[in-house]
């Protein structure tokens, strides 16, 4: 009898404990298999202690000793039953009852365990060899950021692989629930052709992504190095890939991109946090969404914006405001607000010392909770458009980014406040509660080139060839995909200037005479704040005439010069940065030296007719 129960109790367990692992998640499976471990050796430290104790009341050594034989022995399916039988405590069936129900908790215990463990492994492995098939997706660094990026793509379909060393548990259960596999061998760490191979990665015509999305831009640097590598001596094409990391854009693209004879990522996009969380900002919550204007797109209202906080992510913004705060009719102010102010502003100062001086730009070294801060805030309330909290770690943007919208709310004042951080941007005037929040970490704007499509198509335009805008984008130098993006990332205020919404536009763009040339005024503004924050300056007069004799003694000499007399990239200096009324004189003079018949105020109106195709071209 005592061998058909155990038979009965251990295939119940087992049964048991597959039901119990299969439909709660695994925190909560093992939680109840440690519990069931506690309470069956303390059931089982009661239930023998007290048989060997009545067995061997002479010898309790022995006792003692056969005991925790005897506890051991549960968890293995074992049972002494014999032991305790007999004696004047297991007379009733109450408490044979627990006697065996602590057998079973500690069998269930162990099932649990074994099934856990084998389970795991085996799960891995269907999951790993699963992910060969379908479309890929390769992440490299496994935290929050990067599992919710992970989560949003296998919605999507993809099946999703994780590279890290030492990850979470917290973050594997979380990447396990969704259906990913996280791999922390040596070959994956530092990818070999065998991880290669090993992934399902073969050649031919379907497409790889990887994404190196770890909170250290070195690492992911080396990790994208090594998988080019790999997949290089896998006779890869480099049409077949495309990778998405973190790093440093001017100096990791160009290294990373497979151009002519080298080989790379057939497309590559290198971003850094604090520019795309300042570039969705932008994207999301156009300045110009916070002014009017008029029938012919003249600005009705000055923009007004603060700062608060001036770390990586607060200067990534002032860039932007200023490439997306300019407007025909319109004056451009913003205070910047950090108690470190004077201490982090040096290389801003040097590097991008035209954009200080050519913008009302005014620097306060008082944190966005003091009291002078709110001083200032309540009398700039009712011209202030637009306030950005980037003070540093969440919890103090959240303080700060709350305080000041009830504050304004208050107050009566329009201006719109967001919390802009590496993860994402949070509008806190909107009405929703919670806040609205956009994430850096979406498909939209990190799978093939989502955040730069418009740029893409901008730039493409410009090229005049017969390549594929994707061709001419990986061909296409630092400075012109920041140029392009400039331009994308304007649209939406241009189309709020002109009154019309983007599907208004693409149906019909027949604007007033008036109109074209107001928004071509705003065009050449922000055409001039995008040159100031990449660090250009006016080019001094005495330069120009120089570059003009240089330009004339090489045409002399050769028949031709490919000078431009207006442009110095490696001086970063440019003669267009005029006002718009000085345009025609400049093109003049230019024209006068050149022969040519360049027209820079017809440049900017161009690219306002170019709209409508643009905006076609976005949604085909």
């Given amino acids: 009898?005592?061998?058909?129960?155990?038979?009965?109790?251990?295939?119940?367990?087992?049964?048991?404990?597959?039901?119990?692992?299969?439909?709660?998640?695994?925190?909560?499976?093992?939680?109840?298999?440690?519990?069931?471990?506690?309470?069956?050796?303390?059931?089982?430290?009661?239930?023998?202690g007290y048989g060997y104790s009545v067995m061997y009341a002479d010898k309790i050594p022995l006792a003692v000793l056969r005991s925790l034989i005897a506890v051991c022995g549960i968890f293995t399916g074992k049972n002494d039953f014999s032991v305790v039988k007999d004696t004047p405590l297991f007379a009733g069936s109450g408490a044979v009852f627990f006697f065996w129900l602590i057998h079973f908790v500690a069998q269930y215990a162990t099932a649990s365990a074994v099934i856990a463990t084998i389970g795991a492994r085996a799960l891995h492995r269907m999951r790993l060899w699963l992910a060969c098939f379908g479309k890929l997706s390769l992440?490299?660094?496994?935290?929050?950021?990067?599992?919710?990026?992970?989560?949003?793509?296998?919605?999507?379909?993809?099946?999703?692989?994780?590279?890290?060393?030492?990850?979470?548990?917290?973050?594997?259960?979380?990447?396990?629930?969704?259906?990913?596999?996280?791999?922390?061998?040596?070959?994956?760490?530092?990818?070999?052709?065998r991880f290669v191979r090993n992934m399902g990665i073969r050649p031919g015509r379907k497409h790889y992504d990887f994404y190196a999305l770890h909170t250290d831009c070195s690492k992911n640097i080396r990790f994208a190095f090594a998988l080019s590598d790999a997949l290089s001596a896998a006779d890869i094409d480099a049409r077949q890939t495309g990778i998405v990391l973190l790093g440093e854009e001017e100096t990791h693209t160009a290294q990373l991109q497979a151009y002519g004879d080298r080989y790379g990522f057939g497309n590559v996009t290198v971003f850094e946090p604090a520019d795309m969380a300042a570039r969705l900002l932008i994207q999301k919550f156009p300045p110009a969404a916070t002014i009017s204007f008029d029938e012919n797109g003249l600005a009705a209202q000055d923009f007004s914006a603060a700062i608060i906080g001036f770390g990586r992510v607060g200067q990534a913004v002032l860039k932007q405001l200023v490439m997306s705060g300019q407007f025909a009719g319109s004056n451009f102010r913003l205070a910047v607000f950090a108690p470190d102010c004077s201490k982090v502003t040096g290389y801003m100062s040097v590097t991008?010392?035209?954009?200080?001086?050519?913008?009302?730009?005014?620097?306060?070294?008082?944190?966005?909770?003091?009291?002078?801060?709110?001083?200032?805030?309540?009398?700039?309330?009712?011209?202030?458009?637009?306030?950005?909290?980037?003070?540093?770690?969440?919890?103090?943007?959240?303080?700060?980014?709350?305080?000041?919208?009830?504050?304004?709310?208050?107050?009566?004042?329009?201006?719109?406040?967001?919390?802009?951080?590496?993860?994402?941007?949070?509008?806190?005037?909107?009405?929703?509660?919670?806040?609205?929040?956009?994430?850096?970490?979406?498909?939209?704007?990190?799978?093939?080139?989502?955040?730069?499509?418009?740029?893409?198509?901008?730039?493409?335009?410009?090229?005049?060839?017969?390549?594929?805008?994707?061709?001419?984008?990986?061909?296409?130098?630092?400075?012109?995909?920041?140029?392009?993006?400039?331009?994308?990332?304007?649209?939406?205020?241009?189309?709020?200037?002109?009154?019309?919404?983007?599907?208004?536009?693409?149906?019909?763009?027949?604007?007033?005479?008036?109109?074209?040339?107001?928004?071509?005024?705003?065009?050449?503004?922000?055409?001039?704040?995008?040159?100031?924050?990449?660090?250009?300056?006016?080019?001094?007069?005495?330069?120009?005439?120089?570059?003009?004799?240089?330009?004339?003694?090489?045409?002399?000499?050769?028949?031709?010069?490919?000078?431009?007399?207006?442009?110095?990239?490696?001086?970063?200096?440019?003669?267009?940065?005029?006002?718009?009324?000085?345009?025609d004189a400049l093109s003049a003079r230019e024209n006068a030296v050149t022969g040519g018949n360049v027209d820079y105020k017809e440049a900017d109106r161009k690219n306002i007719r170019a709209v409508q195709n643009l905006l076609r071209a976005l949604n085909d």
């Fill in 1 to 48: 009898m005592s061998e058909f129960t155990s038979v009965v109790l251990f295939t119940g367990v087992l049964f048991l404990a597959l039901i119990i692992n299969l439909a709660i998640k695994k925190e909560y499976s093992t939680k109840v298999t440690g519990r069931c471990i506690v309470i069956a050796a303390l059931g089982g430290v009661f239930i023998y």
């Fill in 139 to 193: 992440i490299y660094g496994v935290n929050e950021n990067s599992i919710s990026f992970g989560r949003r793509l296998a919605a999507g379909g993809d099946n999703v692989v994780f590279v890290d060393e030492k990850p979470a548990d917290s973050l594997k259960n979380a990447a396990s629930a969704f259906g990913a596999v996280i791999v922390s061998d040596k070959n994956a760490i530092t990818p070999d052709r």
């Fill in 352 to 583: 991008n010392r035209s954009l200080l001086e050519n913008y009302d730009i005014e620097f306060y070294d008082f944190d966005g909770r003091s009291r002078q801060m709110y001083t200032w805030l309540t009398q700039k309330k009712d011209s202030l458009r637009y306030i950005v909290v980037a003070a540093g770690n969440s919890k103090t943007n959240r303080e700060i980014s709350s305080e000041i919208a009830r504050f304004i709310g208050r107050a009566g004042s329009s201006a719109q406040v967001y919390r802009c951080e590496y993860s994402g941007v949070t509008c806190y005037t909107e009405g929703t509660v919670p806040p609205k929040q956009q994430s850096v970490y979406t498909v939209d704007l990190l799978c093939t080139g989502g955040a730069d499509k418009m740029a893409m198509l901008l730039n493409h335009s410009y090229c005049a060839n017969d390549k594929t805008p994707q061709e001419n984008w990986a061909a296409c130098d630092y400075f012109s995909r920041m140029s392009s993006r400039a331009s994308a990332d304007f649209m939406p205020s241009m189309l709020i200037a002109a009154g019309k919404t983007p599907r208004q536009a693409v149906e019909n763009w027949d604007i007033s005479p008036q109109m074209l040339e107001n928004l071509a005024r705003t065009e050449h503004l922000r055409w001039c704040a995008f040159h100031y924050a990449m660090g250009f300056e006016k080019m001094p007069p005495q330069v120009y005439d120089e570059r003009e004799k240089q330009y004339l003694r090489e045409k002399s000499a050769t028949g031709h010069s490919n000078l431009r007399t207006g442009k110095d990239m490696a001086l970063r200096q440019h003669a267009c940065l005029i006002p718009w009324e000085e345009l």
